[in-house]
């Protein structure tokens, strides 16, 4: 799902999410191998963000249980190359529609429970506002 980061959003119907990135950071010491992957994407809904004005709206574009299966295949794909995956949300709660983006990942997150993907609420922007960086 390539596309611009404010045009293209969510999950598509092959469990693909848009603006899919993988890192990878690979350290050597003595005779140890360290690696550590991170991935970040789109939240996996079928969602999109429209402008109104100078507002940005979300609207959620299928309902819970007509993603239920792709959002499965999701997790699936991604523990199947990743093992155990850390989720952290860095939504904004504060926002009614952002709000509303992590209440359905949560809610879907708790019908497809798995000991391999842990899921994380992060408030970035009120953790660093100021540029206070270091509370990361």
């Known amino acids: ?3 611009a980061r404010f045009i293209r959003r969510g999950i598509d119907d092959y469990s ?10 690979i350290a050597i010491s003595d005779n140890l191998l360290f690696s550590f992957v991170q991935i970040r994407g789109s939240i996996p809904l079928f969602w999109e963000q ?7 709206k979300i609207y959620i574009k299928r309902s819970r249980e007509l993603t239920s299966h792709v959002f499965e295949g999701h997790l699936n794909d991604i523990t199947s190359d990743y093992n155990r995956v850390v989720m ?10 952002e709000a509303k983006l992590s209440e359905n990942l949560q ?4 019908s497809h ?6 899921h994380i609420w992060f ?14």
């Open 50 to 56: 429209k402008q109104k004005g100078l507002v940005n």
């Open 1 to 3: 799902m390539a596309g």
């Open 113 to 118: 429970p798995r000991k391999d993907v842990k």
């Open 88 to 97: 952290i949300n860095l939504v904004k709660k504060g926002l009614p529609d």
């Open 107 to 110: 809610i879907l997150l708790n």
């Open 16 to 25: 693909n999410v848009a603006n899919f990135v993988e890192t990878e950071i």
């Open 123 to 136: 408030d970035f922007h009120g953790e660093t506002h100021g540029e206070n960086f270091q509370k990361i």
